[in-house]
C-alpha cells in the first residue's frame, strides 16, 4: 500500500502541533480542509491516529507509531538539505575523467595529486585509453581530448598545445649514429604508429615521410599506442616521434634533428552540457588550464616560439 506523502507531512505537522486548529495555521489550510485530509490518511491505514478530546489531540498507539516515522524522514530531509546547502558551492562528488593512455599514465597524475590537495571533497576516477570514450551516453563525466571534438552537444575548452619531437635513445645513437639532417634518416630505423592506432595517432607518422621523395618508407616497428613507442624508443628500437610531455617524463631517450619541427596537437577539455553548472567539473577544468603550460608540459622555450606544422595541414 503507497501511502500519500503530502498526507503524511500534513499528519506530522498536526502531530507536533497538537491541535487541528494550530495545524491548520501552521500550514495555511482551513480547519474542515486539514481535517478532511487525515480522516482520509487513517482510512488508507484502517486505524485511528488520534483522539480527540476539548483539550486537542492525543496520538493513539498507531498515531505514535507513524509519528516516529514521519520525525525520521523530517530528520533526514533536513539533514540532506543542510548537506545541499553546504556543499552547494564547494566542490565535492565523483568526477570519471578520460583520457589516452599514454598522457594519463605518466604526466596527469602527477598533478592530480596537487589537484586532491586543493579539493580533498572531490573523487576522481580515471579511465584511459587510447579509443574515444563516449561522453554522451555518460561513460565518463569529462575527457582530455587530442583532437576537437565533433559532437556539437558537448562543450569544449581549448587546453595546451602538445608538440612532438623525434627521439632515440642514447644507446641506438651509439650504435647508430646521430641523423644531422632529415636525409640521413633513410639510413635509420623508423618507429611508427600502426594502422590500429587511431586516426590522431597516425597522422604523426610524417618522419617516414622525411628524408626523401615518393611514398613514406615503411616502419620497422609499428605500434598503436604513443605508451608503447616511447617504450620501444627507450629499448633502442629506432627513431621515432614523441610528444614532450613523454619525453621529460623519461630519462632514457634524446631529441635529434630539433630543428625538424614536429606535429602538434590542440587539446581539449570536454564534458556534456547537461554538467555545464557542476562546480566539481569547473575547478576541474580550471586547474587544468593553469597547469597545461608548454613549460610544465616539456616544451623548451625556442620550442614554443617556432611555428610548427599542426597535424591537420600535414595530413
Known amino acids: ?60 498507539h498507531e498515531g505514535e507509531q507513524l509519528y516516529r516515522t514521519t520525525r525520521e524522514i523530517q530528520d ?24 589516452t593512455v599514454s598522457f594519463g599514465s605518466s604526466w596527469l597524475p ?19 585509453s587510447d579509443t574515444e570514450v563516449d561522453l554522451a551516453r ?4 569529462c575527457a582530455i581530448r587530442f583532437q576537437k571534438p565533433t559532437q556539437a552537444d558537448l562543450i569544449q575548452r581549448p587546453l595546451a598545445v602538445i608538440r612532438h619531437r623525434l627521439c632515440a635513445s642514447p644507446e641506438y645513437l651509439a650504435r647508430y649514429g646521430e641523423p644531422r639532417t632529415v636525409h640521413d634518416l633513410l639510413s635509420h630505423r ?18 617516414l615521410e622525411l628524408g626523401h621523395d615518393g611514398p613514406p618508407r615503411e616502419p620497422a616497428l609499428s605500434v598503436n599506442s604513443s605508451a608503447g613507442v616511447l617504450a620501444a624508443v627507450e629499448a633502442g628500437a629506432g627513431i621515432a616521434a614523441l610528444p614532450s610531455y613523454l619525453i621529460a ?14 606535429a602538434q596537437f590542440q587539446t581539449y577539455f ?46
Do not use: C
Open 1 to 60: 500500500m503507497a501511502l500519500d506523502w503530502d498526507k503524511l507531512r500534513l499528519f506530522h505537522v498536526v502531530a507536533e502541533a497538537g491541535s487541528f486548529t494550530e495545524g491548520a495555521r501552521r500550514l495555511r489550510l482551513s480547519q474542515p480542509a486539514l481535517s478532511r485530509q487525515i480522516i482520509a490518511l487513517e482510512e488508507q491505514l484502517d486505524a485511528k491516529l488520534f483522539h480527540r478530546h476539548a483539550r486537542g489531540l492525543a496520538l493513539t
Open 76 to 99: 533526514s530531509i533536513a539533514r540532506a538539505r543542510a548537506g545541499i546547502d553546504q556543499t552547494r558551492n564547494r566542490p565535492t562528488g565523483e568526477v570519471r575523467l578520460t583520457t
Open 110 to 128: 602527477r598533478q592530480l595529486a596537487d589537484f586532491l590537495e586543493l579539493y580533498p571533497d572531490i573523487r576522481l576516477h580515471l579511465i584511459l
Open 138 to 141: 555518460r561513460e565518463a563525466d
Open 190 to 207: 623508423i618507429i611508427a604508429y600502426g594502422p590500429s592506432a587511431p586516426p590522431y595517432l597516425r597522422s604523426l607518422n610524417w618522419a
Open 249 to 262: 617524463s623519461s630519462t632514457k631517450v634524446k631529441v635529434v634533428l630539433p630543428d625538424v619541427p614536429g
Open 270 to 315: 570536454v564534458y556534456p552540457s547537461e554538467l555545464k553548472g557542476s562546480v566539481r567539473l569547473s575547478v576541474l577544468r580550471d586547474f587544468l588550464v593553469e597547469r597545461m603550460t608548454p613549460a610544465n608540459l616539456g616544451d623548451s622555450p625556442d620550442l614554443d616560439r617556432r611555428e610548427a606544422p599542426t597535424v591537420q595541414a600535414m595530413r
